[in-house]
């Protein structure tokens, strides 16, 4: 008895220090779970998986002549007959050889209006025109066919289909990319009879892969008749990027304000591979972060590991006298795999295999004991085994670009993942969605509406919470003031140009901005009604200010629509965000 008083003390002392400051409605809302705790020890940085969207750029798409200008490749075919024009015959049958892109039927359709009717040696030259033009019109330009030298027995004309192929394919202007990695990519759409469009499309995704700051092709004739060569002219992109970036966008109780330096490298051994390293730090918290993305096919499929580790102590009065403690890692193994790809759209799957680690402890008394965090176990631990499925589609246009990713989570009980009696633990089942809609009203002036959703089927842990408040969700509110198992998240916003510097391509936007957030526990009741504190609503303005692609900086005031009792300490307890980002520094 006397041996567990000390850790009574503590325990009490906590319930009474929470309970002191506890947003009320929140507590009203679902007695048994209180969303204090999780605000206590805020969040940890999320892993990419639990990332949101990214603002989708405005359209760009590259211009086919710019790509591939026009060729005139049509094969040179000879015909030998004799001069005997006006002398007629009767075709029963042509017989066509060589062709592989048109069925039977098809040719047959063509040529129908030759058969069986008393015909000349120019009709003939029309019939296999007729088959050259067809090939043409489905963009296979350096196609065609020939009647050659033969014998006419029982009303047979055979025809001549040559198909060319693109044999041989040569890369120039690069510098560090290996010439197989864009080799690969242009060969993987056109294995068959050259076709123009096909070789576009492949010209033009290669226009826009991040490594390639310029590409220009031109189709020249083979050694070999039937067969092209593609010289491809490379202008590679700038890999290297150093980043530091300053705001206010962690939660109070470690600190708000962020200080972040990154460094990414977008080709480290010439085979489009990239790593990522990356430090944060806030006056409570240290986080290291880093990534490591391997091409894998020539469909653009992709292996990443990622990799995060930090600690933070929370220095936010009052919860600084109980001296509390946190330090979290995370491990994730994605797959990734586009299934359909053009220059306006692409449909992709992907697998992530996830690991979250958190532990708490504090030592309100000098002695340190785990801290009681939801789903953790007696030691203060919470690990989240899990299998994640996302889906992904995007759409470009001329004037709006619009993203869908839709990701199941399945959480395991494998690796000594954290498992409890009662839920919530690392066994769960949830669904996120998202949307992103972007559209370009004038030049640089933007609409933007995004939309996040998360539906559970049992209590949550809070490593896979639903968030609302903060910059990227609910402007006007402290970080991470509600977390739940589900939620839902809208946001609209537009971005208007009021100043322009030509001299340092400069621009300043203004940006009007309304966000909404709702978010329910599954154990227990939703509140409906508008004035209910499991709804945020804010209105804003934002200013935006960007100067050629080094730098950005951004700032927010979010007017809250509905109160909460949340201290005013800080620039963002007031509604007010900024975000600074210098490229290259």
Same mark, same amino acid.
């Given at each position: 008895?006397?041996?567990?008083?000390?850790?009574?003390?503590?325990?009490?002392?906590?319930?009474?220090?929470?309970?002191?400051?506890?947003?009320?409605?929140?507590?009203?809302?679902?007695?048994?779970?209180?969303?204090?705790?999780?605000?206590?020890?805020?969040?940890?940085?999320?892993?990419?998986?639990?990332?949101?969207?990214?603002?989708?750029?405005?359209?760009?798409?590259?211009?086919?002549?710019?790509?591939?200008?026009?060729?005139?490749?049509?094969?040179?075919?000879?015909?030998?007959?004799?001069?005997?024009?006006?002398?007629?015959?009767?075709?029963?049958?042509?017989?066509?050889?060589?062709?592989?892109?048109?069925?039977?039927?098809?040719?047959?359709?063509?040529?129908?209006?030759?058969?069986?009717?008393?015909?000349?040696?120019?009709?003939?030259?029309?019939?296999?025109?007729?088959?050259?033009?067809?090939?043409?019109?489905?963009?296979?330009?350096?196609?065609?066919?020939?009647?050659?030298?033969?014998?006419?027995?029982?009303?047979?004309?055979?025809?001549?289909?040559?198909?060319?192929?693109?044999?041989?394919?040569?890369?120039?202007?690069?510098?560090?990319?290996?010439?197989?990695?864009?080799?690969?990519?242009?060969?993987?759409?056109?294995?068959?009879?050259?076709?123009?469009?096909?070789?576009?499309?492949?010209?033009?995704?290669?226009?826009?892969?991040?490594?390639?700051?310029?590409?220009?092709?031109?189709?020249?004739?083979?050694?070999?008749?039937?067969?092209?060569?593609?010289?491809?002219?490379?202008?590679?992109?700038?890999?290297?990027?150093?980043?530091?970036?300053?705001?206010?966008?962690?939660?109070?109780?470690?600190?708000?304000?962020?200080?972040?330096?990154?460094?990414?490298?977008?080709?480290?051994?010439?085979?489009?591979?990239?790593?990522?390293?990356?430090?944060?730090?806030?006056?409570?918290?240290?986080?290291?972060?880093?990534?490591?993305?391997?091409?894998?096919?020539?469909?653009?499929?992709?292996?990443?590991?990622?990799?995060?580790?930090?600690?933070?102590?929370?220095?936010?009065?009052?919860?600084?006298?109980?001296?509390?403690?946190?330090?979290?890692?995370?491990?994730?193994?994605?797959?990734?795999?586009?299934?359909?790809?053009?220059?306006?759209?692409?449909?992709?799957?992907?697998?992530?295999?996830?690991?979250?680690?958190?532990?708490?402890?504090?030592?309100?008394?000098?002695?340190?004991?785990?801290?009681?965090?939801?789903?953790?176990?007696?030691?203060?631990?919470?690990?989240?085994?899990?299998?994640?499925?996302?889906?992904?589609?995007?759409?470009?246009?001329?004037?709006?670009?619009?993203?869908?990713?839709?990701? %199941?989570?399945?959480? $395991? =009980?494998?690796?000594?993942?954290? *498992?409890?009696? &009662?839920? @919530?633990?690392?066994?769960?089942?949830?669904?996120?969605?998202?949307?992103?809609?972007?559209?370009?009203?004038?030049?640089?002036?933007?609409?933007?509406?995004?939309?996040?959703?998360?539906?559970?089927?049992?209590?949550?842990?809070?490593?896979?919470?639903?968030?609302?408040?903060?910059?990227?969700?609910?402007?006007?509110?402290?970080?991470?003031?509600?977390?739940?198992?589900?939620?839902?998240?809208?946001?609209?916003?537009?971005?208007?140009?009021?100043?322009?510097?030509?001299?340092?391509?400069?621009?300043?936007?203004?940006?009007?901005?309304?966000?909404?957030?709702?978010?329910?526990?599954?154990?227990?009741?939703?509140?409906?009604?508008?004035?209910?504190?499991?709804?945020?609503?804010?209105?804003?303005?934002?200013?935006?200010?960007?100067?050629?692609?080094? %730098?950005?900086?951004? $700032? =927010?005031?979010?007017?809250?629509? *509905?109160?909460? &009792?949340? @201290?005013?300490?800080?620039?963002?307890?007031?509604?007010?965000?900024?975000?600074?980002?210098?490229?290259?520094?």
């Amino acid at each position: 008895m006397t041996a567990n008083f000390p850790r009574k003390i503590p325990a009490l002392g906590l319930f009474i220090l929470l309970n002191s400051i506890v947003y009320k409605p929140l507590k009203a809302q679902v007695p048994a779970r209180p969303p204090i705790i999780p605000q206590v020890i805020p969040r940890d940085i999320q892993p990419p998986s639990s990332a949101p969207l990214p603002t989708p750029q405005p359209p760009q798409s590259p211009q086919p002549q710019e790509i591939l200008p026009p060729s005139n490749l049509s094969p040179n075919l000879e015909e030998q007959f004799p001069d005997t024009t006006k002398e007629t015959f009767t075709v029963k049958r042509f017989e066509v050889l060589g062709g592989t892109v048109f069925s039977q039927q098809e040719l047959d359709k063509v040529l129908k209006e030759f058969i069986n009717r008393p015909i000349t040696l120019d009709d003939l030259y029309q019939a296999r025109q007729k088959i050259t033009d067809l090939y043409i019109s489905k963009d296979y330009i350096s196609c065609g066919a020939y009647i050659p030298p033969q014998k006419i027995w029982s009303g047979i004309v055979k025809i001549q289909i040559v198909e060319t192929k693109l044999r041989d394919i040569e890369i120039e202007g690069t510098q560090r990319l290996n010439k197989s990695y864009i080799r690969s990519r242009i060969a993987a759409g056109n294995n068959g009879p050259l076709n123009q469009q096909r070789l576009l499309k492949s010209l033009q995704l290669l226009k826009l892969n991040p490594l390639i700051e310029n590409l220009s092709a031109n189709l020249q004739p083979g050694n070999i008749p039937g067969q092209i060569k593609l010289v491809v002219e490379v202008v590679e992109a700038r890999t290297f990027n150093a980043q530091m970036i300053l705001d206010n966008t962690r939660s109070p109780s470690i600190g708000s304000f962020q200080r972040r330096i990154q460094v990414n490298e977008a080709n480290l051994l010439g085979l489009g591979d990239s790593l990522s390293l990356g430090y944060s730090n806030t006056d409570g918290s240290n986080f290291f972060y880093g990534s490591y993305t391997l091409p894998l096919n020539s469909k653009n499929g992709t292996l990443s590991f990622n990799y995060g580790t930090g600690n933070s102590g929370v220095i936010e009065h009052p919860f600084d006298t109980l001296n509390i403690k946190s330090a979290s890692r995370y491990y994730e193994l994605t797959f990734r795999q586009p299934m359909f790809q053009s220059p306006t759209e692409e449909l992709t799957l992907g697998l992530t295999a996830s690991r979250r680690e958190s532990e708490a402890n504090y030592a309100p008394l000098g002695e340190q004991i785990p801290f009681p965090q939801l789903g953790a176990n007696d030691q203060g631990k919470t690990r989240v085994s899990a299998l994640r499925f996302f889906q992904e589609w995007i759409t470009r246009g001329s004037t709006q670009v619009f993203a869908v990713r839709s990701q %199941f989570n399945l959480g $395991l =009980d494998a690796f000594n993942a954290t *498992v409890n009696q &009662d839920a @919530p633990d690392s066994r769960f089942f949830s669904w996120q969605g998202q949307v992103q809609w972007l559209r370009l009203l004038a030049p640089d002036t933007l609409l933007l509406f995004g939309f996040n959703t998360q539906l559970a089927t049992r209590s949550l842990v809070p490593l896979e919470q639903f968030s609302l408040g903060g910059i990227e969700s609910v402007r006007g509110y402290r970080q991470d003031l509600l977390l739940a198992d589900n939620g839902i998240f809208a946001s609209a916003e537009v971005q208007v140009p009021v100043l322009r510097i030509s001299k340092t391509n400069g621009i300043l936007q203004l940006i009007p901005f309304t966000d909404f957030g709702v978010v329910w526990n599954n154990s227990g009741s939703t509140i409906a009604n508008t004035n209910s504190p499991n709804i945020l609503a804010s209105i804003g303005l934002g200013l935006r200010w960007s100067q050629n692609a080094n %730098f950005s900086a951004r $700032l =927010d005031y979010g007017i809250p629509v *509905v109160s909460v &009792d949340q @201290p005013n300490q800080t620039w963002q307890e007031n509604g007010l965000y900024f975000y600074l980002q210098y490229n290259n520094f």
